[in-house]
């Protein structure tokens, strides 16, 4: 069932990949510097994504997967526009959602860019492990019980 967040979008799970990667290349290719080539990884085919709309454009997403006990979410991204609006954080609360209904999840892990770490710490995300650089952006491993 679609969410409606605080700022009157809609988030839902999609099979529309395609409204998903015209935002993720807004924000992580155009606005970031991420090579286009490496915004589409193996992943993508067993993740399952989200999508927030205003209307009908695509205006957020982010996608969650299963590593056995562990939910991954990943590639979570709001139009330059709509940050601050809290949809990032309804983009979250419903990947959390999604995550919750998948049996045996114990766990959830995600790759932060280090200036969201306040962002995912505020929904309980406490980082471990070395910094690491990916896609020349730096990183940190953070994780949460679900």
């Known amino acids: 069932m679609p969410a409606v967040t605080p700022a009157g979008l809609t988030i839902a799970v999609t ?5 998903c990667m015209s ?3 807004a924000v992580f290719v155009n606005e970031q510097g991420v090579p286009a080539e490496l915004e589409n ?8 994504h989200l999508l927030a709309t205003r209307g009908t454009r695509p205006v957020g997403t982010a996608r969650v997967m299963r590593e056995g006990a562990t939910g991954k979410i990943g590639r979570v991204c709001v139009l330059p526009e709509l940050r601050g609006t809290g949809l990032g954080l309804a983009l979250m609360e419903a990947a959390l959602s999604e995550l919750r209904n998948m049996e045996g999840i114990e766990r959830v892990i995600l790759g932060a860019q280090t200036s969201a770490l306040p962002f995912y710490a505020r ?10 650089d990916s896609v020349g952006i730096p990183h940190v491993m953070m994780a949460r019980l679900l």
């Open 41 to 48: 990884d193996e992943h993508d085919a067993e993740a399952l």
């Open 123 to 132: 929904l309980g995300f406490a980082p471990y492990g070395a910094p690491f």
């Open 23 to 25: 935002v993720r290349i």
């Open 15 to 19: 099979d529309d990949f395609a409204a």
